[in-house]
């Protein structure tokens, strides 16, 4: 049972997001600020921002929901531990969506409610219940799904912070009844929202190079114990200064071609060198699919600079694909992650894209499609002979 007291570092932790909001991002003059690897996310942007900035923001937020979070307190980070330090990040914490949408539309619980570690489960099928399964997910937003080339599906998961978690929960958005009540959506400063791929590990694969999970793989019929890596992660977030979200996407290094540095012994995760198979074309489940990487041009330098100052960490060996705000004229006007929108690449764009959010009751929903997994709270009404 949560209890006032329980909420109060969560409460704290929100309006401190929210009173650091109006603070910029220092930085000189023409140069971007020094990393610095702090468990706190940033709160907002200084406008006008430089491509710079806004990649910082990004590696800043990336640190900090991959910092360790603080046990018994969900989104929360433990400030006495580093980054790479073993233990659940901040965002395994958060409440995926198979937390927040219940199958039947009922109210999801406190945010501190149920275990913040669960095991990973993964569905081949992706028939079992939502509330059963972690990683159920196997089709892209836009396309199917995405084999690696060891012939191993990749799987994706939702999930949402508690400034996110409590607003649909307090305005009982979590079903579709509740959402045709609510009207169009406007979600508060400080909501933030992420998207995960993983792939299974093998034996060729070097761990040393991912953040890993156990998982659980289910298929025709059986389970089969596993290791998953993060092979891609989507970050969202909401600002006073940027209330068309702010976004920023990553990937790991080992995907497709490219990133490693020179002379790097690299066995691609999604590419096969001199194939003759069609690049980013969506094959059978079990056929590995030849991904190549559209955009090439990736911000290298601060890459490498957040890449330094993560060193001796599995987080080095993450990259930032881009980031864009805002709306009226988004920098980059094309972001894809060849892991999530990989057979849409020439023509993705996170805002454009999320710009069309709609509820279920087909109002706006402020760039989210998260409100889509929501189900009906009312029975199903018998077939009628």
Not at 26 to 41: E, F, M, V
Not at 51 to 79: I, S
Not at 107 to 124: A, E
Not at 192 to 207: C, F, H, P, S
Request: net charge neutral; proline share 10%; charged share 20%.
């Amino acid at each position: 049972m949560e209890t006032a007291i329980g909420r109060i570092p969560v409460l704290l932790f929100a309006a401190g997001f929210l009173m650091a909001s109006m603070m910029p991002v220092a930085s000189s003059p023409g140069q971007s600020p020094s990393p610095r690897l702090c468990p706190n996310p940033p709160q907002d942007i200084a406008l006008p921002a430089n491509a710079a900035e806004v990649y910082d923001f990004a590696w800043k937020m990336f640190v900090a929901m991959n910092w360790p979070e603080l046990p018994g307190q969900r989104g929360l980070p433990d400030e006495s531990k580093r980054i790479g330090d073993p233990g659940t990040t901040v965002w395994r914490s958060f409440k995926t969506s198979g937390e927040l949408f219940q199958p039947d539309g009922r109210d999801p619980g406190p945010w501190n409610f149920g275990d913040p570690n669960p095991l990973i489960h993964l569905d081949q099928n992706a028939k079992a219940t939502r509330r059963e399964l972690e990683l159920s997910e196997v089709k892209q937003a836009i396309g199917g799904p995405l084999t690696d080339q060891h012939g191993n599906l990749t799987y994706y998961e939702k999930a949402a912070n508690v400034i996110s978690y409590d607003f649909i929960r307090q305005n009982k958005l979590y079903n579709m009844e509740g959402q045709t009540r609510y009207g169009p959506i406007v979600f508060p400063f400080g909501a933030l929202e992420v998207k995960v791929a993983w792939r299974i590990m093998t034996g060729g694969d070097n761990q040393n190079r991912y953040y890993t999970m156990p998982a659980v793989v289910r298929a025709n019929g059986g389970d089969k114990n596993v290791t998953v890596g993060l092979v891609g992660l989507h970050i969202i977030t909401k600002t006073p200064n940027a209330p068309e979200w702010i976004w920023s996407t990553f990937e790991q290094i080992d995907n497709v071609p490219g990133a490693p540095p020179a002379g790097a012994a690299v066995s691609w995760s999604y590419n096969k060198p001199g194939s003759s198979t069609a690049p980013n074309k969506e094959t059978k489940p079990g056929t590995p699919t030849q991904v190549e990487r559209y955009n090439k041009d990736l911000p290298g330098a601060v890459n490498a600079r957040w890449q330094q100052a993560l060193g001796g960490t599995p987080w080095q060996y993450y990259q930032l694909i881009g980031a864009q705000y805002p709306i009226k004229n988004p920098q980059p006007d094309l972001l894809a992650n060849v892991v999530m929108e990989t057979y849409i690449q020439p023509r993705s764009s996170c805002i454009d894209c999320h710009s069309t959010a709609k509820s279920l009751t087909k109002e706006n929903a402020d760039f989210s499609f998260l409100l889509l997994d929501a189900a009906s709270a009312s029975p199903p009404k018998p077939k009628s002979n």
